[in-house]
């Protein structure tokens, strides 16, 4: 469809032979068809006129009409089908360069969000076949998949709009035409805005205590109630209410602000706190809410009138007593809290009030002189608690080492392997000490004999071992640690009981009781019948101290017992001087087993025998003063 005008498509040719009967012919289009085509009259070269376009038409049937000058002349007529092929000069194209889409947030994967449509002209199907692809400008993992056919935007993951508001998405379409460098290609920004849902409750942030004077004036803030929704719009609006605590209507609180005021006058000497249980709620549908107690404590102000439990005190004291005799004790209480409750007496001056003192902190009245009845025979005093000024007074208490060190436990016990190297640290002390400076550092040491086995760091507590272990000297230690303080006066200490218990590991090889054996064996010893026995021990505890036997060598005439040792005739001796020597292997039965081996000879003809002891040493202890015949 590309070609030029005024470019000559093809020639109508016709035999040589009518050419020379024929010496002139003329060619022409018929009038009715396409503009598009001419024809040289004479030499019948077929061109172009005006450019073709696939989309409009994509095939021409032209009328040729051939005459020659004969006398009388003819008429030819050809037809000539001219099909137009496409090309690639369109390219794809949206509608819009820029949309805005919206999605709620809850919708599962997999949704259909947008169908994106691009329109090619081209005719051809790979010239007007489109693909879609994306990419998006925000930072982040794209939430969304585009099919490359259809162009339909579906989710790929969970949205949130909490995370992500929106998304800004760059969407090509690109043709399939076979050359790629001829590929045409229209894009387009799309915004998908994340649509709130109402999937957050609100969440206070304001703190759930709050102090007051009790003599503020009604209408005084109180505290502000502050509780955030991150959801978008109504579902993130907060409306504020008190659910309960406030019977007597004690306070107000706005809604919308969370201001929360007095609504009447206090008074902590009626109530001292008030617990309001209040809710924050959202105005999403459906909505969503969250409580909290909030606890609202009245400070005390000095508003309350001491008050004496008698308006009048009445009471006898002989007379020519020496001065300082008690007289009564008059007593006043302040329903106020604190230094505003503390309370001081003193007598106002009146007639004779200088021969009476009374104790301004218990109230206490005593007299000052000796009383002259006959002189004065009534007294009227009158006292009221007073009011006074108050000082701060910081002390600092100073220590006294009367505190003990105090281990975390009152024992520790704990096993350990055999096998562990000198300088390894088995257990960790600690013992704290309330005292402050000297009398409260702490340092360690051990009492009793650890038999060189152990030692501890006088610093961090830790005991090491200070030499190899050995179970089988010794299974178990037992000892005291001291924690003591570093006072330098009378200083304190605690003892605690440290139980090591040594585990066993299979250090030991099993060792025979007897070693060779010589077993003589008559021939007539039937078979089955046990002819001699090994006896092995090892030291080691469990699997590890469990032995088994077994032959070295297979024999055919004789078999040992795994666990007894008993070496049994398998087969009849038929010679008379038959002799062999079996090779015994012990075995005990720990993880990585530890094995000895042992000699046993069997002979029929009767020798001389070493008689030997099964050790070379005894050694066996016993209590002194044990009584005869002991074993």
């Given amino acids: 469809e590309n070609f030029k005008p005024a470019q000559v498509l093809s020639s109508l040719k016709w035999p040589d032979s009518y ?63 001219v099909d137009i092929e496409d090309q690639n000069d369109h390219s794809p194209d949206f509608q819009d360069d820029f ?22 002209g081209d005719g051809s199907f790979l010239n007007s076949k489109i693909q879609y692809s994306m990419e998006m400008r925000n930072v982040g993992e794209n939430p969304f998949l585009i099919h490359p056919s259809y162009g339909t935007l579906t989710t790929a993951f969970p949205l949130d709009r909490e995370i992500t508001r929106s998304v800004i998405l760059t969407v090509s379409a690109s043709d399939q035409a076979i050359n790629l460098t001829e590929r045409r290609l229209d894009s387009l920004a799309a915004k998908i805005v994340i649509l709130d849902i109402n999937d957050n409750s609100p969440s206070f942030t304001s ?41 007597n209507k004690s306070f107000v609180l706005d809604k919308i602000t969370g201001l929360l005021t007095t ?81 001081h007496y003193e007598i106002l001056p009146g007639f004779g009030y200088e021969k009476f003192s009374v104790n301004s902190d218990s109230g206490e009245l005593v007299t000052t002189a000796s009383l002259d009845r006959e002189t004065q025979e009534v007294f009227t005093i009158k006292g009221s608690p007073s009011r006074s000024s108050s000082a701060q007074l910081f002390l600092t208490v100073l220590d006294e080492n009367d505190h003990n060190p105090l281990f975390e436990k009152t024992h ?91 585990d066993d590991v299979n250090d030991n090889d099993p060792v025979f009781l007897q070693n060779p054996i010589r077993a003589f064996v008559p021939t007539e010893t039937t078979v089955n019948e046990t002819v001699a026995t090994v006896r092995a021990e090892d030291v080691d505890l469990g699997p590890n101290g469990a032995v088994v036997f077994s032959l070295m060598v297979v024999e055919t005439v004789f078999q040992i017992d795994v666990k007894t040792g008993d070496i049994i005739l398998r087969e009849p001796l038929v010679a008379k001087n038959f002799s062999t020597q079996l090779l015994v292997m012990a075995s005990d039965q720990g993880i990585s087993p530890r094995t000895a081996t042992a000699v046993v000879v069997i002979f029929t003809e009767e020798q001389e025998e070493e008689i030997l002891f099964s050790r ?16």
């Fill in 616 to 631: 070379s040493l005894y050694e066996a202890s016993m209590p002194e003063n044990s009584a005869a015949g002991g074993h």
């Fill in 207 to 247: 703190l759930p205590l709050s102090y007051v004077m009790e003599d503020v004036e009604v209408g005084f803030l109180v505290h502000r109630i502050i509780a955030k929704d991150p959801d978008e719009g109504r579902n993130g609006q907060v409306a504020y209410h008190i659910l309960s605590g406030n019977e």
């Fill in 99 to 120: 949309v805005v889409i919206g999605i709620e947030e809850n919708v599962p994967v997999g949704t259909l969000v947008y169908t994106f449509n691009a329109k090619d």
């Fill in 412 to 502: 520790y016990q704990i096993s350990v392997r055999e096998d562990l190297e000198k300088g390894s640290a088995i257990l960790d002390l600690f013992a704290s000490d309330e005292d402050d400076g000297l009398n409260g550092e702490v340092m360690y040491s051990l009492i009793d004999d650890t038999f060189g086995a152990f030692a501890i760091n006088s610093i961090t507590g830790s005991i090491v071992t200070t030499k190899a272990l050995d179970r089988e000297i010794k299974s178990h230690y037992t000892f005291r640690a001291v924690a003591s303080d570093c006072s330098t006066h009378l200083p304190r200490s605690s003892t605690v009981r440290v139980v090591v218990h040594i």
């Fill in 263 to 343: 609504a009447q006058l206090l008074d902590r000497e009626v109530q001292e706190h008030y617990s309001l249980t209040v809710m924050a709620l959202d105005d999403g549908s459906p909505a969503l809410s969250a409580t909290q107690v909030l606890t609202i404590i009245l400070l005390d102000v000095n508003d309350e009138t001491p008050i004496f439990l008698k308006e009048i005190y009445e009471t006898a004291v002989c007379e020519n007593q020496d001065p300082g005799e008690f007289v009564t004790k008059v007593e006043a209480v302040d329903r106020d809290a604190g230094l505003n409750s503390l309370l």
């Fill in 19 to 81: 050419l020379t009967s024929n010496k002139k012919l003329h060619f022409s289009i018929a009038k009715d068809d396409d503009v598009h085509f001419e024809i040289d009259s004479s030499t019948g070269d077929l061109f172009l006129s005006k450019e073709l376009d696939y989309e409009t038409a994509s095939h021409f049937l032209l009328q040729i009409i051939v005459k020659d000058y004969n006398n009388p002349p003819q008429n030819n007529t050809v037809f000539v089908t």
